[in-house]
Nanobody, 115 residues
Framework: QVHLVESGGGLVQPGGSLRLSCGSSGYPLLLYKLGWYRQAPGNQREMVATIRSLGETAYADSVRGRFTISRDNAENMVYLQMNNLKLEDTAVYYC?????????WGQGTQVTVSS
């Protein structure tokens, strides 16, 4: 079973940057579509960015051009580089690994954008 662990969240000022990381402890992620999702208080969880095994990416309109998702299949890692952060990016960010009916989530990491 895939066990995902996120890191890299924190408090940042508007316009700042953060890099989120997510890894799988000992289980290969090569065949999984990996993604980052977020959930703000009172809102539903929403897709931020996804990346397929061969590198095809997709982004939410709200983050396109500011966020970049990447993966390192050899290290079983997925990253989310977040630049030019805005107040509305504040949320808990979750890592996801999906393959057919398999769907795994990390525990989440808090990102707070505040002046």
């Amino acid at each position: 079973q895939v066990h995902l662990v996120e890191s890299g969240g924190g408090l940042v000022q508007p316009g700042g940057s953060l890099r989120l990381s997510c890894g799988s402890s000992g289980y290969p992620l090569l065949l999984y579509k990996l993604g980052w999702y977020r959930q703000a208080p009172g809102n539903q969880r929403e897709m931020v960015a996804t990346i397929r095994s061969l590198g095809e990416t997709a982004y939410a309109d709200s983050v396109r051009g500011r966020f970049t998702i990447s993966r390192d299949n050899a290290e079983n890692m997925v990253y989310l580089q977040m630049n030019n952060l805005k107040l509305e990016d504040t949320a808990v960010y979750y890592c996801n690994a999906n393959r057919n009916i398999e769907d795994y989530w990390g525990q989440g990491t808090q990102v707070t954008v505040s002046s």
